[in-house]
């Protein structure tokens, strides 16, 4: 059959794809700063015979796959890391260091699940292409720069990446997540969360620490807008909506005894329905203005968004159609419904931009006997690292071989006459 042919070659590629990831994995890179990691990445593509473009928006890599008639399918993979310290204690652990969009020097890790992202799809473009034989259409392979806030989707459309090669049928993608290794979870329309992050600058006015009676001192009035933003969703939102507030960053002065003129905050908004993204976002702009003005501040606050991901949203039609399939492939006691994540994704990019059909799905890559029994004992928030977390270590087997045939499954679901069983 067409799949078990494409597939043959996956066992002797394994241990050559875990090379591929442990190299990504010590060697992370920011946001935009992809560069080592792009560089190989394209090279893997041109010697699978792909037409390799690289450049878009900087550091993203577009391979093109040309195979006949039929339809075209993108499949896309992140492959940016974060600026967080590694304590996983694994003997690959990163160690990097690179200096942040603000000039800061930080430790650099792929807490995301990123380098595997990578591993994955450079691994189903290698069998795609050999198998090549099998299928018709065109594959269109994303590497893209840039998920982590940065807005690195719709900078590579802006950047002409549906000009190189036309726009796809249908764009895939997936996620690694701690859950059992082996498990595929998907879910029909919203998946993930929308994001909005605003860069807060509260005016005061400083002074001595000794005479807070001449100030109007920006600690205070920043202490008042974090406490009364976490009355928005408990406040204003209703018990069946959902919204997240958080205030992740503040900064104000410089030392004991002095009283800073500002205060910077930044917050995160994450929802699922607009009305809802709409009504928080007004609900932060109004406490803010509100909180500076009752605390008799010199100039009005400024709020400037700086980042915003939509919702990510499956088409409820092929999200059935692909869930079939994996239930066909790995079978339906591992294909398992995924609960709505507040994180976000910039993955709807493409689709959106592209007017066509796209799904987004979860991979489990934590040691399946560990998760379970954490879930059973009411441990997993506790006991098991999540996304983004110092110690996001997951297992390479059979982690490596599910996220592989995925990639292959949904590509090869959609070509002309792929025989996929």
Request: glycine share 10%.
């Given at each position: 059959?067409?799949?078990?042919?494409?597939?043959?070659?996956?066992?002797?590629?394994l241990p050559e794809l875990e090379a591929l990831y442990i190299?990504?994995?010590?060697?992370?890179?920011?946001?935009?700063?992809?560069?080592?990691?792009?560089?190989?990445?394209?090279?893997?593509?041109?010697?699978?015979?792909?037409?390799?473009?690289?450049?878009?928006?900087?550091?993203?890599?577009?391979?093109?796959?040309?195979?006949?008639?039929?339809?075209?399918?993108?499949?896309?993979?992140?492959?940016?890391?974060?600026?967080?310290?590694?304590?996983?204690?694994?003997?690959?652990?990163?160690?990097?260091?690179?200096?942040?969009?603000?000039?800061?020097?930080?430790?650099?890790?792929?807490?995301?699940?990123?380098?595997?992202?990578?591993?994955?799809?450079?691994?189903?473009?290698?069998?795609?292409?050999?198998?090549?034989?099998?299928?018709?259409?065109?594959?269109?392979?994303?590497?893209?720069?840039?998920?982590?806030?940065?807005?690195?989707?719709?900078?590579?459309?802006?950047?002409?990446?549906?000009?190189?090669?036309?726009?796809?049928?249908?764009?895939?993608?997936?996620?690694?997540?701690?859950?059992?290794?082996?498990?595929?979870?998907?879910?029909?329309?919203?998946?993930?969360?929308?994001?909005?992050?605003?860069?807060?600058?509260?005016?005061?006015?400083?002074?001595?620490?000794?005479?807070?009676?001449?100030?109007?001192?920006?600690?205070?009035?920043?202490?008042?807008?974090?406490?009364?933003?976490?009355?928005?969703?408990?406040?204003?939102?209703?018990?069946?909506?959902?919204?997240?507030?958080?205030?992740?960053?503040?900064?104000?002065?410089?030392?004991?005894?002095?009283?800073?003129?500002?205060?910077?905050?930044?917050?995160?908004?994450?929802?699922?329905?607009?009305?809802?993204?709409?009504?928080?976002?007004?609900?932060?702009?109004?406490?803010?203005?509100?909180?500076?003005?009752?605390?008799?501040?010199?100039?009005?606050?400024?709020?400037?968004?700086?980042?915003?991901?939509?919702?990510?949203?499956?088409?409820?039609?092929?999200?059935?159609?692909?869930?079939?399939?994996?239930?066909?492939?790995?079978?339906?006691?591992?294909?398992?419904?995924?609960?709505?994540?507040?994180?976000?994704?910039?993955?709807?990019?493409?689709?959106?931009?592209?007017?066509?059909?796209?799904?987004?799905?979860?991979?489990?890559?934590?040691?399946?006997?560990?998760?379970?029994?954490?879930?059973?004992?009411?441990?997993?928030?506790?006991?098991?690292?999540?996304?983004?977390?110092?110690?996001?270590?997951?297992?390479?087997?059979?982690?490596?071989?599910?996220?592989?045939?995925?990639?292959?499954?949904?590509?090869?679901?959609?070509?002309?006459?792929?025989?996929?069983?």
């Amino acid at each position: 059959m067409t799949l078990e042919r494409v597939l043959a070659p996956l066992d002797a590629a394994l241990p050559e794809l875990e090379a591929l990831y442990i190299d990504l994995h010590r060697h992370p890179e920011l946001s935009f700063a992809e560069t080592r990691t792009a560089a190989e990445l394209a090279r893997r593509l041109e010697g699978d015979g792909y037409e390799v473009h690289t450049g878009i928006a900087g550091t993203g890599v577009l391979g093109v796959l040309r195979n006949g008639e039929g339809p075209a399918v993108l499949l896309r993979a992140d492959i940016d890391a974060l600026p967080v310290e590694e304590k996983t204690g694994l003997s690959y652990a990163s160690t990097a260091r690179a200096t942040d969009e603000h000039g800061t020097d930080v430790p650099v890790m792929h807490a995301c699940g990123h380098d595997m992202h990578a591993t994955w799809l450079s691994g189903a473009a290698a069998l795609l292409a050999k198998g090549r034989d099998t299928w018709s259409g065109t594959l269109l392979v994303v590497f893209q720069p840039g998920e982590e806030g940065a807005g690195g989707a719709a900078a590579m459309v802006r950047d002409g990446l549906f000009d190189v090669a036309g726009k796809p049928d249908f764009v895939f993608g997936q996620h690694l997540v701690p859950g059992p290794a082996g498990w595929v979870l998907t879910r029909p329309g919203v998946i993930m969360a929308a994001t909005d992050t605003l860069r807060v600058t509260l005016h005061g006015r400083g002074g001595h620490g000794s005479r807070p009676e001449t100030t109007v001192d920006p600690a205070v009035l920043a202490a008042s807008v974090v406490l009364k933003l976490q009355t928005v969703v408990s406040r204003e939102i209703a018990a069946t909506d959902s919204a997240v507030v958080t205030v992740g960053s503040l900064h104000v002065g410089t030392a004991a005894n002095v009283i800073a003129d500002d205060a910077v905050m930044e917050v995160n908004v994450r929802s699922f329905d607009q009305a809802v993204r709409e009504r928080v976002l007004a609900a932060v702009e109004r406490i803010v203005h509100g909180e500076a003005a009752t605390a008799g501040a010199p100039k009005p606050p400024v709020i400037e968004r700086s980042g915003a991901y939509p919702v990510t949203e499956n088409d409820e039609a092929a999200n059935e159609a692909l869930t079939e399939v994996f239930r066909e492939r790995f079978g339906a006691d591992v294909v398992m419904p995924a609960p709505l994540i507040t994180g976000s994704e910039d993955f709807s990019e493409f689709g959106r931009a592209a007017g066509v059909p796209s799904v987004f799905w979860l991979v489990g890559g934590f040691d399946p006997p560990t998760v379970i029994s954490a879930i059973t004992e009411g441990r997993f928030e506790r006991d098991i690292p999540s996304n983004h977390s110092p110690r996001f270590a997951p297992v390479l087997h059979p982690t490596l071989r599910t996220g592989i045939e995925t990639l292959v499954v949904a590509a090869l679901s959609k070509m002309r006459h792929p025989g996929v069983g």
